[in-house]
């Protein structure tokens, strides 16, 4: 018997369309963002990897937040010196500038360069110059955010440290600092030769050292590297060369992208469910010509075969679609990210990215369609024509191809992901997630199934939702699953904002004054003229913990600690950097978890008290004993206590508090911060800086809301790609509205027959998609909020909101899409005559 | 005494492809109160379209059709609602019950769509009165083809309506509970005094009937009244 029949084939694709076009659809949907975000960041790859030395300037960048040892030094000075590498140097900084003899001061983000800065990619200049027939002793070059915020222009004198400079240029591009991501001041470039006139640079400043070196033969800079790296202390000083540095702009890529990526697998199995629902009302559509197929002798596998023929053609299409949005998707991705992005990005279509594409379009097909074609083999001619549901009859084959599904969209995960453990995690709480969606909708179901609603428009409604082949279910637990983890984020962005920039503390300070020299301390509270604390700080890197390697902990503490906290990310193998402090007294918000008191009895030997994320990282214990490199100084101390500190205090976090007596006599800087007017903010920063150029105000409400803008550009791409999976929702709305479009017609005939108008059944219809609609969100609202609270309470430990007004506009929203989408799929069905169902249904008696 | 019902020259025709198809070709007939009038005819001879006219389903393609004297012919569905739920009971071949409404729900709902407050007493007390009184929670596919049409039959005299129009009510069952069935209707039309227009192609069913309005091609070719006899038998009088 001949299996494959193109007639066959052919009219099942040309007749009803509604259905084919929705899991055309939906099968585009699951590939689209992925396709982009593949495409997306193969381009980002391929930008950095171009870019790789002009982002960091150099073949090899030696750098350390320590002035370099003299052996480091010498060795790249040694490097230059028999011609195999060119050097510069570059000093970063924060730093306080002023317009001189007036008031405006504003802090900018230093940077002191070399001539030769940078070696690899080009520094533009608003006037089109070239950066070294510009920048040279006396001169700086400015960002445009400078000019406006200080008000003065290029030519004007700027007050930086203890020099006068000119602005000689707007600066527009600096390759590597590529992107406007998080930055506390616009950049000031300084030439080297200024670096001593501006006084900034003192011993305990917060300054980041860099050698850079451009290396003569293009296969030595590994050598140079190591070179510089035998006489380095690994604690203080990082080599990277331009293969291994991992810039911010890369990291902020990598897992952005990923997170991106874990948001459209979500959106692949959300559309996966319409997929399954639109090719089950798709086939049911065709049991009476499976039925006639078969009376006629066509075997199971005749009917099989050529409706997985069509599936494939079908998803062929859909798959097709889903590359071309993806594609289109990609380009809109730039204006999205823009600001974040790496220069010149190029986006290209790539075979590899094409080829990929349609693979995973195939796999998401033959995924998803698997189930209802299998249903396909045990469909009895008699269950069709006497109109029955036809019995599950065997449920191993059945349970079987559930898990064999599991375990493709498990692989699918990991193949997107490419990190297994991830994967594993994602898939399992995806699975669970969807797993909490279905039984809460059985269980509000069950609950509506048992109520007596005595009002007849409503009754009916709710009566419809349990119409056979509804898609209510599948419905349902889309559409709350896609807006729960849609609200859930929007939830905890906005929890983040209130508790970080709304309910800043009103007696909390907002000026903070950093970098002040122990010998300025008492000059500085003169002028300051208010009352502050002033605490002080050493920088320092843990060594040891009981003679061991402290723990590594990739993901760094949670939060800061008053210092870097961890390494810096690249080789791995550099102590954890920390910020100490020392003081008698629990500071206020502080409690003691262990330890009777803060440093314990008066024999021990250095006592410390570390921040109870800083133990848990570093798996510190009472008792144990740290040891601890000061800037060269070796320093052993003993855990007394283990401290915890209120989450939502604005005091500083610090790793480890030791006795006063302990560090007093270490190299350190003070700091301090004090609550002012905002708009007399200004003014105490010009003041302080024209007395103190060295010291770095910060001005934490400005900080705050720069955070938060970037944290609000962020989720506005998350939620973004995350309404595509609420389109699923959508999607199998209309399949559903199709799928029962027969029984619809039947109870809108049988409603006028008996006497309803048209209004009565169209109210009827919008209300049960009214119904719909609020189930979805009110479940939708119930997860998001629940893990919303969860993780606020939990994990950052911070107070949790509700946000009423934004859940009652998530759930009115969510009733208005559903019943547009509803109705306008129900226009037919409410204006066709009773007559005509009824003489159908004679013609088929 | 006027016409409850009266038809006057109806033309019905379909176009299907470019064929023009009448179906009732200039029908005629008035139908007085309490009448039972039985429309025969072969299968396509036009009846049940000709009753789909009647009780405002469908529109004529010519002629008029008058309820109580009004012209309803060119009202719109929602003019005509008020007249299919309260003036008019439907019981059809294929049932036609709400699936998702139980036996109880199904013959209330007209007198709930209409605000009657005592729906569920009355539907109740109907089922009662059929035989039914132990199956009100069912749902329509736990019911029998009779008990179905019992529940249909329940359903069309819920606003005591002044007519019942019947589509072919015992063409999908079997002889005994056809039987049944006309039995109930016919009681239910003599206790209500309630007009019956009733179609179908069975003679045994026409013989009950106070008149007999014949069908072919879409023309009247016969129109009987027939007068019982005291054993209860039918005889035509014109």
Known sequence: MTLLHPTFIRRQLATTRSQSLIFVLCVALSMVTLVALRGFGDSVDRALTRDARALIGADVVVQSNFAFDPAVDSAVEAIAARGAAETARTWEFYSVVRRPGEDGSLLSNLKVVDAGWPFYGTVELASGAALRAVLAPGRVIVEQALLDRLGVQVGDALRIGDATLTIADVITFEPDRPTTFFSLGPRVLVDGGDLAALNLVNPGSRVTYRWLLKAADPAAVDDLADEVRTVADRDFVRIDTFRTARTGVERFFTNFLFFLSLVGIFTLMLAGIGIQSSLTAFLRERHGTIAVAKTLGASSRFVTVNFYIVVLLLGAIGALLGILLGFVLQWTLPALLSGFLPPDIELTISTRAVVESALLGLVVVLLFTFLPLYRLEGLRPSFIFRKEEPPIVNRLPFALTLLLILGLFTGLVIWQLGDVRTALWFAGGALVLLLIAALL???????????????????????????????????????????????????????????????????????????????????????????????????????????????????????????????????????????????????????????????????????????????????IDLGDV???????????????????????????????????????????????????????????????????????????????????????????????????????????????????????????????????????????????????????????????????????????????????????????????????????????????????????????? | ???????????????????????????????????????????????????????????????????????????????????????????????????????????????????????????????????????????????????????????????????IFADEPTGNLDSKNGAGIIDLLIQLHRERQTTLVLVTHAPEVAEHAGRVITLADGKVVGDEYREENANGQRSTVN
């Not at chain 1, 905002?678 to 910060?698: G, S, Y």
């Open chain 1, 441 to 619: 909708t059985e269980a509000a179901l069950q609950l509506l199934k048992r109520w007596d609603v005595r009002w007849l428009p409503g009754r009916q409604a709710l009566r419809g939702l349990f119409r056979p082949r509804n898609g209510t279910r599948a419905i349902v637990i889309t559409l709350s699953t896609a807006l729960g983890v849609l609200f859930c984020i929007f939830v905890i962005e906005q929890n983040l904002r209130a508790s970080f920039v709304q309910s800043y503390p009103p007696d909390a300070p907002n000026v903070f004054f950093l970098d002040i020299q122990p010998d300025q301390q008492e000059a500085f509270a003169a002028t300051l003229g208010m009352e502050a604390d002033y605490v002080p700080a050493v920088r320092a890197a843990l060594m040891a913990v009981n003679g061991a390697e402290p723990r590594r902990n990739p993901e760094g503490e949670d939060r800061g600690n008053g210092g870097e906290g961890g390494p810096e990310g690249g080789d791995g193998r550099r102590s954890p950097q920390y910020t100490l402090t020392y003081r008698a007294a629990l500071a206020e918000g502080e409690m003691l978890v262990r330890g009777d008191s803060l440093f314990g009895d008066a024999e021990t030997v250095n006592p410390v008290s570390v921040l109870q994320e800083t133990a848990d990282a570093r798996g």
């Open chain 1, 626 to 845: 740290l040891s601890f490199n000061i800037q060269g100084v070796p320093l052993d101390a003993t855990v007394t206590s283990i401290r915890k500190q209120d989450a939502g205090s604005v005091q500083p976090f610090f790793g480890f508090v030791f006795a006063p007596d302990v560090l007093t006599a270490a190299p350190q800087t003070i700091f301090t911060g004090v609550r002012v007017a905002p708009d007399e903010i200004a003014a105490l920063q010009n003041r302080m800086v024209a007395a103190f150029p060295n010291v770095t105000v910060i001005d934490v409400t400005a900080t705050i809301a720069q955070f938060a803008s970037v944290v609000q550009r962020i989720t506005q791409v998350v939620r973004f790609f995350s309404a595509f999976s609420i389109l699923a929702g959508l999607l199998i709305v209309i399949s559903s509205v199709y799928a029962t479009r027969l029984a619809r017609v039947q109870e809108a005939a049988y409603y006028k027959v008996l006497g309803a108008t048209g209004g009565w059944v169209t109210a009827v219809f919008a209300l049960e998609n009214v119904l719909l609609g609020l189930l979805s969100a009110a479940l939708a609202l119930l997860m998001a909020q629940v893990a919303a609270w969860a993780i606020m309470t939990w994990l950052f430990e911070l107070e949790y909101r509700f946000l009423p007004d934004a859940s009652v506009a998530m759930i009115a929203i969510t009733i208005a899409a559903v019943m547009l989408v509803g109705m306008v799929a129900s226009i037919g069905i409410l204006r066709s005559r009773p007559i005509n169902f009824l003489r159908l249904q004679t013609e088929n008696e």
């Open chain 2, 1 to 163: 005494m006027p016409a409850i019902l009266s038809a006057e020259q109806i033309t019905k025709s379909y176009v299907i492809g470019d064929r023009q198809i009448a179906v009732l070709d200039d029908v005629s007939f008035d139908v007085q109160p309490g009448e039972f009038v039985v429309i025969m005819g072969s299968s396509g001879s036009g009846k049940s379209t000709l009753l789909s006219v009647l009780s405002g389903l469908d529109q004529p393609s010519r002629g008029r059709i008058r309820i109580d004297g009004v012209d309803v012919t060119d009202w719109s569905e929602d003019r005509l609602a008020p007249i299919r739920n309260s003036t008019f009971g439907f019981v059809f071949q294929s049932f036609h019950l709400v699936p998702s409404l139980n036996a109880l729900e199904n013959v209330a709902f007209p007198a709930e769509l209409r605000g009657d407050k005592d729906a569920r007493t009355r539907a109740r007390t109907l089922l009662e009165r059929v035989g039914l009184g132990g199956r009100t929670t069912n749902f329509p596919h736990q019911l029998s083809g009779g008990e179905k049409q019992r529940v249909a039959i329940c359903r069309a005299l819920v606003n005591d309506p002044k007519i």
